[in-house]
């Protein structure tokens, strides 16, 4: 992938991922060839300050990052009588860099 393209992604979706990975996220979108880089860049990720709040006000976070069945029995025992909840609120921004950052490898994967 070219380099402004990839400067380009890390700009508008930086914020999304980890700061320490974002240097292997340059390595890996180098080896992405340019016809497929729509595909990367029109990737829709998950910003953690969203699922945040989420997570604050609602505690549904789960089912934003594809983690559906933790997500029901969560709500069934009552957000865990609250404590499932608060450490919810404490892990959900790693927990969304996290997920975006596996969406991000799996579509470099599909990708080449």
């Given at each position: 992938?070219?380099?402004?393209?990839?400067?380009s992604f890390i700009l508008k979706n930086g914020e999304y991922f980890d700061p320490v990975l974002l240097p292997e996220i340059q390595r890996q979108l180098q080896?992405?060839?340019?016809?497929?880089?729509?595909?990367i860049l029109g990737l829709s990720l998950q910003n953690p300050t969203?699922?945040?709040v989420?997570?604050?006000?609602?505690?549904?976070?789960r089912f934003f990052?594809?983690?559906?069945?933790l997500g029901i029995v969560k709500i069934l025992?009552?957000?865990g009588l609250g404590i499932w909840w608060l450490i919810d609120?404490?892990?959900a921004?790693?927990?969304?860099?996290?997920?975006?950052f596996k969406k991000l490898s799996q579509a470099i994967l599909l990708s080449k």
């Open positions: 992938m070219k380099q402004e393209l990839i400067q080896e992405v060839s340019d016809e497929k880089a729509a595909y969203l699922i945040l989420l997570a604050i006000l609602l505690g549904w976070e990052l594809e983690d559906i069945a025992t009552c957000y609120i404490f892990t921004v790693k927990r969304t860099r996290d997920y975006n």
